[in-house]
């Protein structure tokens, strides 16, 4: 059975970091890209960040660049999401995802497998 577990989120202030993981079992996720999502109240779920599997290439949306970081521990299993410099706007439910194909995608509908999801907060 897959499973795909986020953890790291909470809340914080603006200006400060906070470093989501997200764990996966149930087969090895190496050769396959892995993302970050979000979706905030009555907004869609965004794309934020994706790793590729073979070359540990990275993707970021615009608004994160610069701000988040992603990174894979092959040997754990786990992807992480760096985020520095948070912003109120960056309040949301964060969701990692993994997609049964080598190649990286952004919409959400195009990734298999989803974790349940962590709320980060930022206040002003």
């Known amino acids: 059975q897959v499973q795909l577990v986020e953890s790291g989120g909470g809340l914080v202030q603006a200006g400060g970091s906070l470093r989501l993981s997200c764990a996966a079992s149930?087969?090895?996720?190496?050769?396959?890209?892995i993302a970050w999502f979000r979706q905030a109240p009555g907004k869609e779920r965004d794309f934020v960040a994706a790793i590729s599997g073979s070359s540990g290439s990275t993707y970021y949306a615009d608004s994160v660049k610069g701000r988040f970081s992603i990174s894979r521990d092959t040997a754990k299993n786990t992807v992480f999401l760096q985020m520095n410099t948070l912003k109120p706007e960056d309040t949301a439910v964060y969701y990692c995802?993994?997609?049964?194909?080598?190649?990286?995608?952004?919409?959400?509908?195009?990734?298999?497998?989803w974790g349940q999801g962590t709320q980060v907060t930022v206040s002003s």
């Open positions: 149930g087969r090895t996720f190496s050769r396959y890209p």
């Open positions: 995802a993994a997609r049964m194909k080598v190649e990286v995608a952004a919409p959400p509908l195009l990734y298999d497998y």
